[in-house]
């Protein structure tokens, strides 16, 4: 049985949950979107669902990043990043081009997730100078995109929640 995640915005306007077999937040990614939008330390960190399971209370407002070259980019301009339009809480985001998947910020998670064994640090070309990324042993860098999805990484590791 997939994990339930429970999650919620600061002010509590907006509550939803979600089925993940996948809730190990490992991934922290340093591009401008999310560094922008939901990382104030350097980096937002993503996990993912299922977007069958999705159940929401309340109504979110909907950010669709435009993508800049000379910038930095996360997913691509397709992306839906869900927010709580009363107390900018990031919640989640959704791609139509991957339809059967949610991928929720690990910050607005209330339910306790797994610590990751390491971490993978994504779209550091992205990040400005003063962020400095806390790489520990065991740990992997990537300039842009790792090639193991969220799904590979867990089943690699055994770590996938059946
Ligand atoms: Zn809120
Ligand atoms: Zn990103």
């Given at each position: 049985?997939?994990?339930?995640?429970?999650?919620?915005?600061?002010?509590?306007?907006?509550?939803?949950?979600?089925?993940?077999?996948?809730?190990?937040?490992?991934?922290?990614?340093?591009?401008?979107?999310?560094?922008?939008?939901?990382?104030g330390g350097g980096y937002a960190i993503n996990i993912m669902g299922t977007a069958a399971s999705l159940e929401v209370t309340?109504?979110?407002?909907?950010?669709?990043?435009?993508?800049?070259?000379?910038?930095?980019?996360?997913?691509?301009?397709?992306?839906?990043?869900?927010?709580?339009?009363?107390?900018?809480?990031?919640?989640?985001?959704?791609?139509?081009?991957?339809?059967?998947?949610?991928?929720?910020?690990?910050?607005?998670?209330?339910?306790p997730l797994p610590v990751p064994p390491a971490s993978t640090h994504l779209m550091l070309l992205y990040k400005p100078a003063?962020?400095?990324?806390?790489?520990?042993?065991?740990?992997?860098?990537?300039?842009?995109?790792?090639?193991?999805?969220?799904?590979?990484?867990?089943?690699?590791?055994?770590?996938?929640?059946?």
């Open positions: 049985m997939p994990i339930t995640l429970e999650g919620s915005c600061r002010c509590g306007a907006v509550r939803f949950a979600l089925d993940s077999h996948t809730p190990h937040p490992y991934q922290r990614c340093y591009c401008s979107i999310c560094r922008k939008t939901a990382g309340g109504r979110t407002a909907v950010y669709r990043a435009g993508l800049r070259a000379d910038d930095g980019a996360c997913e691509t301009s397709s992306g839906r990043r869900h927010f709580c339009p009363a107390c900018a809480s990031a919640l989640w985001m959704a791609d139509p081009s991957w339809p059967d998947l949610v991928h929720p910020f690990a910050s607005a998670i209330d339910t003063w962020v400095v990324p806390q790489i520990a042993a065991g740990d992997a860098v990537f300039d842009e995109y790792p090639g193991e999805s969220i799904e590979d990484w867990h089943r690699a590791r055994g770590l996938w929640v059946d």
